[in-house]
């Protein structure tokens, strides 16, 4: 599995976007990356996936880069309820198990 | 929606004693896994279930074992706690019958604490 790196942590205020790095600069193609979150020791919960085009729902933008090497989970106006700590997750689709292997994560603290 | 949930939220239990944890996980999900995440750590896969088989393995200690049942709940045995083992309990659960990109869905969690 392809090893991410995150930065511990990062502050921002709260209404402004969130923009969370990750690195997977070993990758291969059939590899996904996902975004998870864990707020104050509860479940991780799904954010979001992609394999290579950008990709938005209700909660997130993800925009992985042209050669996958990296990609940036955006919250575009942040709250309080966002602060937690956020994952990035590569994973490949043809393992047959597709379990996760969770690394050091980012823990973001929203700011009033 | 339906969610994953585990049993107990909570235990306490002493050093050399036995524990059993449950997870039921969401309807019509055939895939079970197992997470440990200690005390200022990340989660750390355990175990997996697809239709009743062990499908991986991870750091799971000989001490503890696990199996899924014919409606797909799944127990964790742990025992000859140690101090150690005092961690949050995460299952998850997915419907391995979707798309390979279906996402996992995780319990709200089980808190062991060994004394």
């Known amino acids: 599995d392809a090893k991410t790196t995150q930065p511990p942590s990062m502050d921002c205020a709260e209404g402004r976007a969130a923009n969370l790095p990750c690195n997977h600069s070993t990758i291969s193609g059939n590899e996904y990356v996902y975004w998870y979150r864990q707020i104050h020791s509860q479940g991780p919960q799904y954010i979001i996936h992609?394999?290579?085009n950008n990709e938005t729902n209700e909660m997130a933008s993800l925009i992985i880069t042209e050669d996958r090497k990296s990609s940036t989970l955006i919250l575009p106006h942040a709250t309080l309820r966002d602060t937690a700590v956020y994952y990035c997750i590569v994973r490949p689709l043809t393992s047959g198990t597709y379990k996760y292997i969770f690394g050091t994560g980012t823990r973001l603290k929203v700011l009033a | 929606a339906a969610g994953v949930i585990q049993s107990p939220r909570h235990l306490i239990k002493e050093k050399r004693e036995t524990a059993t944890l449950k997870c039921y996980p969401i309807?019509?999900?055939?895939?079970v896994y197992w997470y440990q995440q200690g005390p200022g750590q990340d989660p750390q896969f355990l175990i997996s279930?697809?239709?009743?088989?062990?499908?991986d393995k991870g750091s799971i200690p000989d001490r503890f074992s696990a199996q899924q049942f014919s409606d797909y709940h799944s127990e964790l045995n742990m025992s000859s706690l140690e101090l150690g083992d005092s961690a949050l309990y995460f299952c998850?659960?997915?419907?391995?019958?979707?798309?390979?990109?279906?996402?996992?869905?995780f319990g709200p969690g089980t808190r062991l604490t060994v004394l």
């Open positions: 309807p019509r999900h055939d895939t």
């Open positions: 279930f697809y239709e009743k088989m062990q499908s």
């Open positions: 992609g394999l290579k």
């Open positions: 998850a659960s997915r419907d391995n019958r979707g798309p390979p990109t279906d996402t996992q869905y």
